[in-house]
């Protein structure tokens, strides 16, 4: 685990929720989103993460972004803010930067989003150019599935010496428990004990934490914080086994993110399915799932007793 002495050893550590951002007629549907915090707030989570891949943060436009920003600083009640920040062009990265700042932020998300393929150069100076104009801390955002873009170990090295680089959010994989601790111990033997390493891919979160990963930045505990709470509090505490156990029963759950091509989708039939957000809430293109898939995500929450 990360050495406590770190500035970021409880900033960026415990389960960091991602909510969606709810659409609705082409706009931000502002209350849907203030009561999507709100719950998040109300369930104690350490951190909400606006803007990542389960926002839509691409489909935003910077006024809407900053508008998310602000939306979600303002009904955290005191709850740690991060924001994403990628964008195509460095250009508006940085002014990702500012409405972040300005909206009252603790931390930033950046992914290397791409058009045209980035190799390892363009990468760094990116995250070099971006720690070196903000005071916030940054968080690495591995999301090859969205970025189309791998980080190499080597890679997360160079990118933790840099002065603002808090948190690497790895991607979870499907490995022996012995072989997932040693990936993680990898990582931390490269980039140092004052960044944390933080799993993502929820079927993969029990398995991060016990591996000694020391956050969960997770899609769906943005829209079902209670279930992966436990699964964090009880991998934090110790309990490896009771973590997978809980894991475990939530299997049917990570069955629909893998047939319906990931989470974003289904968290989306979740949140609309507990009346939380309005019909069809993410942004066109995006329809999201067909009524009859619709009909299996809300079988699966009533059978699992999601609330």
């Not at 002495?5 to 909510?19: E, H, I, R, V, W």
């Not at 005071?135 to 090295?157: I, M, S």
């Not at 840099?162 to 790895?170: H, Q, R």
Request: glycine share 10%; charged share 20%.
């Amino acid at each position: 685990m990360t050495d406590l002495s770190s500035p970021y050893s409880t900033l960026f550590t415990g389960l960091s929720a991602f909510p969606l951002t709810p659409i609705r007629d082409e706009a931000i549907d502002e209350a849907a989103y203030a009561g999507l915090i709100g719950r998040l707030v109300e369930a104690g989570v350490d951190s909400i993460t606006a803007l990542g891949s389960t926002g839509s943060y691409a489909y935003l436009t910077p006024d809407e972004r900053a508008r998310v920003a602000r939306l979600t600083v303002d009904h955290a009640a005191g709850t740690p803010v991060f924001v994403g920040i990628g964008a195509l062009r460095t250009r508006e990265v940085m002014s990702n930067v500012r409405s972040a700042e300005a909206a009252g932020a603790q931390g930033l998300l950046l992914a290397p989003v791409s058009y045209q393929p980035l190799d390892e150069d363009d990468v760094f100076e990116l995250f070099r150019t971006v720690t070196s104009a903000t005071e916030l801390p940054l968080v690495v955002y591995d999301n090859p599935g969205t970025t189309h873009f791998t980080f190499t170990t080597d890679l997360y090295a160079c990118l933790a010496k840099l002065d603002g680089v808090a948190s690497i959010k790895i991607p979870g994989s499907a490995m022996s428990p012995t072989d997932f601790t040693a990936h993680v111990e990898r990582i931390r033997a490269a980039t140092g004990d004052e960044v944390t390493i933080g799993i993502s891919g929820d079927a993969f979160g029990a398995a991060g934490l016990n591996a000694g990963c020391d956050a969960w930045y997770t899609a769906v505990g943005g829209t079902l914080p209670a279930p992966t709470l436990a699964i964090t509090r009880a991998a934090s505490n110790g309990e490896a086994d009771r973590a997978s156990n809980l894991s475990a029963e939530l299997r049917p759950l990570w069955d629909l993110f893998a047939e319906f091509g990931g989470s974003l989708r289904v968290t989306a039939a979740i949140a609309e399915h507990l009346g939380l957000v309005a019909p069809q809430p993410l942004p066109l293109p995006i329809l999201g799932l067909t009524d009859a898939q619709k009909g299996k995500v809300a079988e699966v929450v009533e059978r699992l007793g999601l609330t």
